[in-house]
């Protein structure tokens, strides 16, 4: 077992349900009173490490840090550090945990938040890892739920578009599925469909169809999701799936009138324009709510901090001869990193960093 001595955010699930209803509860109090927080972190600094392209997530933390009084350093062109020059990931996280009291890190290579935790003297936050996980947006999406829905239970949830790559839908069907009574409706092409380490999760409260008008009446929360062009292996395999599910207003007759209409943004061309007047078009207070849930995270980190509370970060083992298998894990391009797995029985591997499983030849 690997410890940090830090509190570290980089799966929802590595803490109590408790956990997230305090941040996102805290989150709606700062929204109604954002003025009696502007000094919570006074004195302190935030490193934002955006290794990938960002707008919501990168600002919303900046601009959440500056509104609680705090300081920013950091980059979001990695070509501007010594990352260009070769830096581990290891190296440039030990040296800016050093500056900062709080690292908020974005990585196009999935598990690399996990990676970074390992060498961090600060709390690391995930801010996305490739098509892996976005935990910070799931707490966006629980306070949207919470104050435009009123609950987090008995929701019936339509997840439509890049659900293979989409890291804030399996993030969100992590975290829902801990919520009583919620169903989940998958809206993908055979290609576009959810990873399996997420799908098992799911078992009788999900299903899948392939078309958005089939279950729209059915809906409470529609969540639509980009089609992510950069993580396609050709342009011929994006333009095959590309335009599969577009949102118009002409659809959106057949939906509930209070059903909510979620995305993670940026939208490329999968919701008309024209549905922005629709007042179920949450995707902007959406982004607005993002900044007040980070406040509450950044202050509840820090917090945290502050206890002698070591947070675990690998409980697997290193098993002989095996190495995950996935090239876009933080493994593969780190290779100092120790291996680690959970077994799953049967000779069968769950990476620790990236979730990808592996059948261990004997
Ligand atoms: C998403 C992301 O980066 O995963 N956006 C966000 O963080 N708000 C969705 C996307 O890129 O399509």
């Not at 949830?157 to 890291?167: E, K, Q, S, V």
């Not at 804030?168 to 829902?176: D, E, G, Q, W």
């Not at 169809?209 to 089609?227: K, Q």
Request: hydrophobic share 40%.
């Amino acid at each position: 077992m690997t410890t940090s001595k830090h509190p570290h955010l980089i799966d929802l699930n590595d803490y109590p349900v408790s956990w997230w209803k305090e941040v996102v509860d805290l989150g709606e109090k700062i929204k109604n009173n954002p003025e009696v927080y502007s000094g919570a972190c006074h004195n302190k600094i935030m490193a934002t490490l955006f290794y990938e392209p960002s707008t919501r997530t990168q600002m919303s933390f900046q601009t959440a840090m500056l509104r609680l009084g705090g300081r920013l350093i950091g980059f979001d062109n990695p070509a501007n550090s010594s990352v260009s020059k070769g830096e581990t990931l290891k190296d440039t996280t030990k040296i800016v945990s050093n500056y900062a009291d709080i690292l908020v890190m974005r990585h196009p290579v999935a598990g690399a938040a996990k990676a970074a935790a390992l060498s961090a003297d600060c709390p690391v936050i995930n801010a996305g890892d490739s098509g892996h996980l976005h935990p910070t947006q799931t707490l966006t999406d629980l306070l949207t739920l919470k104050c435009e829905k009123g609950r987090l239970d008995h929701l019936t949830i339509g997840l439509c578009g890049d659900l293979i790559n989409g890291r804030t839908v399996h993030s969100l069907i992590k975290a829902m599925t801990c919520f009583e009574g919620n169903q989940f409706i998958l809206i993908s092409t055979p290609e576009l469909k959810l990873p399996s380490y997420v799908k098992d999760i799911l078992t009788a409260s999900g299903w899948e169809v392939a078309s958005l008008e089939e279950v729209l009446p059915e809906l409470d929360v529609l969540y639509m999701t980009r089609i992510q062009q950069e993580r396609f292996a050709s342009r011929e395999a994006y333009l095959a799936q590309k335009d599969t599910y577009i949102l118009t207003v002409k659809k959106l007759k057949a939906a509930k009138p209070d059903m909510i209409i979620l995305h993670p943004l940026p939208r490329v061309d999968e919701i008309e324009v024209a549905v922005d007047e629709d007042p179920r078009a949450m995707y902007f207070n959406q982004a607005r709510y993002g900044m007040y849930v980070r406040m509450a995270l950044i202050i509840t980190m820090l917090d945290l901090n502050k206890k002698d509370n070591p947070t675990i970060l690998l409980r697997g083992t290193t098993v002989k001869g095996a190495a995950c298998k996935n090239p876009n894990c933080i493994t593969c391009s780190e290779s100092y990193l120790p291996k680690s797995f959970l077994e799953l029985g049967n000779g069968l591997l769950e990476c620790e960093y990236c979730n990808e499983r592996l059948l261990l030849e004997r």
